[in-house]
């Protein structure tokens, strides 16, 4: 070993060195420890989070039932029904009291029960829903009238709660809507046999509603894909045509250069700004109709175009320059170099940035909010114009209402939104794959 590497081999196995050496090492070595415990921490909050979701909003997807012997009086319902064209027998039970039926029912359970007060506190335990339950079933079968049935109806909400636990049965009478003589109204009906819990599929299946116990997401759950169906239906293409126009066509000019630091800061500015832009434009000077998914997802797609472009422009850069030479080399036009080759090696890329924007547009309230989406709508939206609402408004909706039974509604909500976003993730991250193509 000449001179040079002798003193070079003794400066790294100097004491000095050895030192610097394990210092460096602990340091390599805190770093992964770091690392490790951001993740660990970071997967503990999600799974915190998943868990208390999950436990407060598992309730809402069943029920308590109430079973009740119910008379079809015809002194309530009328006679002749079954003799009557069904637009006729509709218009006569529209009219009818069909809370009178569900009344005598639970007189007949509880024959001790007298005064107004008291039978409208034991009234109060099944749902306001139960009329509709019952219409349906005279309208679908008018041979009822003068029968008696037993059928399983919705509770109220406060007798739900106490069935599933939420409602401390030891806690003061004062501090609880339900009294001491309710609550024993509801054990009896139970040691009856009279009580069961149920899939609780008007929550599944139904519009929203001001009773907790009826209100359902199904309205919410439409009005988001159709305003996420107007979103990537605008978005996409337009994102994808203006990237590629940028990166591939426009002159680098003062002017590009201008639209590319807008696009840059439209890509941060506040959601509720473009809520703001979308009332001005769309309801004020357009005159489209307001709470519909057309004007909710034109406007999240003004929200979602900044990151596609940005995602895009990416994408396109990363396709290494020789895809292109080698194209123009054998002939092929610009158009032909980027719809044949560039392109289809970038759109997984851009179909990542086309995941994020869409997510985002999903979870966004602020928008819709300044566009009226927060108004109380009962029916399922048939089309783009009609009026609606969204998962996250509806969220907010709920969370806002002093009724206790709309806390399960909320989480329940919130899981169909996870589990909503989870399902179009899936199908993006699918197709991206799909489209994959190495070089």
Known sequence: MSDPEQRQSDRWSSPEMQARLRRRHRAERRFAVYGILAIGLAVATLGALLVSVVSRGSSAFYRAEIALDVTFDPDVLGTGLAEMTRTERDDTLRRVDYTALVRHALQKQFPEVEGRRDLRALQSLVSGGARGVL???????????????????????????????????????????????????????????????????????????????????????????????VTLAVSFPLGVFAAVYLEEFAPHNRWTDFIEVNINNLAAVPSIVFGLL?????????????????????????????????????????????????????????????????????????LTGTIIGMARALGETAPLLMIGMVAFIVDVPGGLTDAATALPVQVYLWADSPERGFVEKVSGAIMVLLTFLLVMNAGAILMRQKFEKRW
């Open 278 to 350: 979308g009332l001005a434009v769309f309801l004020n000077a357009m005159n489209l109709p307001r709470s519909a998914p057309l004007v909710g997802g034109l406007t999240l797609a003004l929200m979602t175009l900044p990151t596609i472009i940005i995602a895009g422009r990416s994408a396109i850069q990363a396709v290494p320059p020789s895809i292109r030479e080698a194209a123009r080399g054998l002939g092929a036009s610009p158009l032909q170099v980027v719809a044949h080759h560039v392109l289809p090696l970038a759109l997984p890329g851009i």
């Open 135 to 229: 219409a349906a079933l005279v309208s679908e079968s008018p041979d009822l009238v003068g029968k008696t049935k037993t059928l399983w109806l919705p509770a109220d909400d406060e007798t739900d709660l106490l069935l599933k636990g939420e409602i401390s049965r030891d806690a003061a009478e004062s501090e609880r809507r339900l009294t001491d003589q309710e609550i024993r109204w509801i054990d009896a009906l139970a040691a009856d046999g009279r009580v069961r819990t149920a899939i609780n599929w008007v929550f599944l299946t139904a519009g929203d509603s001001r009773e907790p116990e009826q209100a359902g997401i199904w309205g919410a759950v439409v009005g988001s894909f159709l305003t996420l169906l």
